[in-house]
């Protein structure tokens, strides 16, 4: 790997775009060759969950705006919208099927300087592949060089620190998996790289306070964004340059400003392209930090005895966690019954709670109004806090993956004072884990979420196909959307209101 220092120019220095980070983040997707096996692999897991969680959540109000909004755009030759037939424009396919897949926030993650769901770069490749007539190994071929960019920038520059939303790394990823699918040339994807970027930076407040169903549409919203940048620099325009370096670029206004230092690690030529093994997927339907604490929660339910008899709860944590779907976020509304699913998905009080109660997780159940109300819980909730432990913190910063952890320790103090607690540092479908994911689970997962939904005949044709993923030609590359009962699809669509499209 070869490390790239990445600063601030003042404009006189025309700093030549070779030296830019967004080339040399274009120059990784450009060389990138065939995958090697273990990111083949990985990389049809991932394409497995990313089809369980986007038809399990095909009837939720988010996603059916998202494809009714879609359905309204007739491509040729387009591409496929989980749950219709109908082939749209590829910008909003990526659309509809980025909001399907991200609502649940049930598929993989990525951890480090910030944080990320690397998985939603597969549906804008996905449906730039359908269009432009790639085949299945095209498309994995995009995957891998658009998580190996994700992940580097993932480990190298820190967006919350300034409450930017992570899908500025997205769009970056994504137009550079493009590049790599389209086999485009490197000056290309450059423009691309930087037209994404310039046009995806937002703030935290979609993951703040009251969060709302943008935080579904967000990523959906960056990889259309980088499909249009890629159309229009294959068009030979060009882009806001340097954009991460320019004394009014991104780094300069938006991150550390004028002083900024950041070190993004990049594979040299001819290196592997292995950073999607770094990746990890969820096995509960909430925010990854919660998913150790899920797992815990299961455990020590059989230890406090009667819940009703705890006193406290406190969560010992990293600082990431405390902060941002902890009681340190100080938002009321993690604590409030009538919150959305959205925000108690980023309320690690609540969840907990759910989680001590019923021994488990459920991606709908746990988050139903009539669960959340439940005065029980209420009472339990209100009495769970978190703190940021210094331990935790550097555990979850520790550069050494087999030492990286993102859980923590629960202490729960009973009322005639005596103490349970119990601690665990990884979930267990983490690769470091008790039960690490393998494809045996991605296909239970699947044939979990798509019960009742996708017919065992055409589960079973799914899972052939993706497991065969590089044997298929571009017609084969529509047995990546599993039949489902469309005119189910159809009846919810009719029932939403109408807007411009």
């Not at 770069?121 to 891998?144: C, E, F, K, S, Y």
């Not at 432990?389 to 004072?417: N, S």
């Amino acid at each position: 790997m070869i490390e790239h220092h990445v600063r601030v120019h003042p404009s006189a220095d025309r700093l030549p775009r070779e030296e830019q980070l967004a080339w040399k983040l274009a120059a990784v997707a450009t060389g990138t060759g065939e995958p090697e096996p273990a990111s083949v692999e990985m990389a049809v897991n991932r394409v497995i969950d990313n089809a369980s969680v986007a038809i399990a959540s095909l009837l939720r109000r988010p996603v059916a705006v998202a494809r009714s909004q879609a359905l309204a755009h007739h491509g040729t030759p387009g591409a496929r919208v989980f749950g219709s037939l109908t082939r749209v424009s590829p910008e909003w396919a990526a659309w509809a099927n980025g909001t399907a897949v991200r609502e649940l926030d049930f598929h993989d993650t990525y951890l480090a300087a910030d944080y990320s769901h690397p998985g939603d770069n597969i549906p804008p490749l996905l449906a730039v592949a359908q269009h432009t007539g790639r085949t299945g190994a095209d498309l994995l071929r995009g995957i891998v060089a658009a998580y190996e960019v994700h992940v580097a920038l993932v480990r190298g520059i820190c967006l919350h620190a300034h409450r930017i939303d992570h899908v500025a790394h997205l769009s970056a990823a994504t137009a550079c998996g493009l590049g790599a699918l389209l086999r485009l040339p490197t000056d290309t994807v450059y423009q691309a790289v930087q037209q994404a970027v310039h046009t995806t930076t937002a703030t935290r407040q979609s993951r703040k306070g009251e969060i709302s169903s943008w935080k579904a549409f967000a990523p959906a919203f960056a990889g259309k964004a980088a499909i249009e940048a890629v159309d229009r620099a294959m068009r030979g325009e060009t882009s806001p340059s340097p954009i991460y370096e320019g004394e009014d670029g991104f780094l300069a206004w938006m991150l550390d400003g004028p002083q900024s230092d950041y070190t993004v690690l990049l594979p040299g030529a001819g290196e592997p392209r292995h950073a999607i093994l770094d990746t990890y997927t969820k096995e509960h339907s909430a925010e990854y930090q919660a998913q150790a604490v899920i797992d815990l929660a299961r455990r020590l339910r059989e230890k406090p005895g009667p819940l009703e008899k705890v006193r406290s709860v406190v969560l010992h944590t990293s600082h990431h966690t405390h902060h941002v779907i902890g009681s340190g976020a100080n938002d009321p509304q993690k604590y409030d019954p009538t919150a959305s699913r959205e925000t108690l998905d980023h309320s690690i009080p609540y969840i907990l709670a759910v989680a001590l109660e019923d021994g488990g997780w459920h991606h709908e159940r746990s988050y139903a109004p009539e669960r959340a109300s439940r005065p029980g819980t209420v009472t339990l909730w209100r009495k769970i806090t978190t703190v940021e432990d210094p331990q935790w913190t550097r555990r979850y910063h520790d550069p050494d993956p087999e030492r990286r952890a993102f859980g923590g320790r629960v202490v729960i103090t009973l009322d005639d004072g005596s103490v349970v607690e119990d601690e665990l540092a990884v979930a267990d479908a983490h690769p470091a884990g008790a039960r690490p994911f393998d494809r045996p689970a991605y296909e239970r997962k699947f044939r979990t979420l798509t019960e009742r939904i996708v017919t065992r005949t055409d589960q079973d044709r799914f899972l052939s196909a993706a497991a065969g993923i590089t044997e298929l030609k571009a017609a084969g590359l529509d047995e990546l959307f599993p039949a489902v009962d469309f005119q189910a699809v159809r009846d919810l669509d009719g029932t939403l209101p109408k807007g411009l499209f």
